[in-house]
């Protein structure tokens, strides 16, 4: 069976998130679905590597799938552009191995979350980036980051509602970068996310960066495995899955 | 009577751009004047610097107008933003003196239109950038783009409706950033600009730029004062006011 993955690129804003979820509610996987159905002239189902929130956008989603004929993945990519609507598109198609599987054969995603740090509402970045409107500590944000970085169990980081079994995962990187006042962005990779787990760092760290929460809790923080002694989940239309790498 | 100037920052996609013309029409101007009667307790005309379309944006497009009270500048800008919609913000406010008048008094504007020159569509760039799928010659556009710096009629790249009587403006800078096949901009510093002066100046150096239009005909073109003459109108949601000078 000749099988694909294509990376994707989206604007989280006006879906409901990655996954179908039955008719009426627009998500990514579903408008995908739709076209690659119309394409193939029968149902295609679609495996995505992150399910990604409402509002939640991406740079490079991956996702995989098989189809009942042969298409050459150039022509794949260009005829499903045509097919997908504006806020949506694929920046690449490539044939795989038949077993491959977006998510299960996944061994590293990369998220990254914007903030707008400085005095003033910006219309230009609205729906890409969180305002934050106090200044942020951006050393002792690093500094809690760190510790975060590594393997450990992120319980206190995830949503309920999952039904994960393992809440452990590796965070290989955990990186701020840009000046307070002015654009932040939070760069996460790992080889797993827990449901609204980089939101919940992202509403963590700035609990910290705003002097609310103390940079050394982290280890003490993870330890309690309770949602409740993390900080927030941070607004979804700030974060973006980057790249997802196999 | 107190005088003040706001700059403002837009988002034009939701806006029938800045000039109020009557009820049932979302413009900047409108917006913005009703917030201020809301809270001035009376009409306060409005006069902006630029005129900008429909889907078209700003970083720093400035207002003046008077009140019937007088209020200090940093708290009038802050209760302006939060009687503005997410999509409109003020960035800053002054006092001026009684004359100043937006439009009149600015020596000199400068606009920005970006296009993106990569190979397929990009969902996080629709709304903000006007996409050009062919690759371009920068180098061939740079060249047209010298020619129209200075003073020149340019009649030819003015779109029919503005009344305007003289059609002589002069362009401080008409500058290409950028690298073919990746993000370019195009960024435009004049004294004034005719309608659609800016939009129609960047269809005809994309015509250029895909060696549909010689390098040198720019002092043909706006010899000929007349606008079939130049290239067509490049979409507005890529063109942002971003500075104007007094």
Redesign the interface.
């Known amino acids: 069976v000749p099988s694909y993955r294509v990376t994707l690129?989206?604007?989280g804003r006006d879906f409901q998130g990655w996954q179908a979820q039955g008719p009426g509610r627009r998500t990514v996987q579903g408008t995908l679905e739709q076209a690659l159905a119309e394409l193939d002239g029968a149902p295609v189902p679609v495996a995505g590597a992150g399910r990604t929130d409402a509002g939640v956008?991406a740079?490079g989603q991956v996702a995989s799938f098989r189809l009942g004929r042969e298409l050459e993945p150039d022509l794949l990519?260009r005829a499903l552009?045509g097919l997908l609507p504006?806020?949506?598109?694929?920046?690449e198609a490539a044939r795989t191995a038949e077993g491959f599987h977006a998510r299960r054969d996944a061994r590293s995603k990369v998220y990254r979350y914007a903030l707008w740090n400085g005095p003033?509402?910006?219309?230009?970045r609205?729906g890409r980036q969180h305002w934050v409107r106090r200044p942020l500590d951006l050393e002792q944000m690093r500094r809690a980051a760190r510790d975060l970085e590594g393997t450990h169990d992120f319980a206190s980081l995830q949503s309920a509602g999952s039904g994960v079994i393992s809440t452990v995962r590796t965070l290989f990187r955990v990186e701020l970068r840009g000046e307070p006042g002015g654009e932040i962005e939070l760069w996460v990779e790992g080889d797993g996310f827990l449901r609204h787990m980089v939101r919940a760092l992202a509403g963590t760290l700035l609990e910290v960066g705003s002097a609310r929460r103390a940079a050394e809790s982290m280890a003490a923080l993870l330890a309690a495995r309770r949602r409740a002694a993390a900080g927030p989940t941070a607004p979804a239309q700030a974060l973006t899955l980057i790249r997802v790498d196999y």
Chains 1, 2 share one sequence.
């Open positions: 690129e989206y604007d956008h740079e990519g552009n504006p806020d949506v598109a694929v920046r003033l509402r910006s219309p230009l609205e």
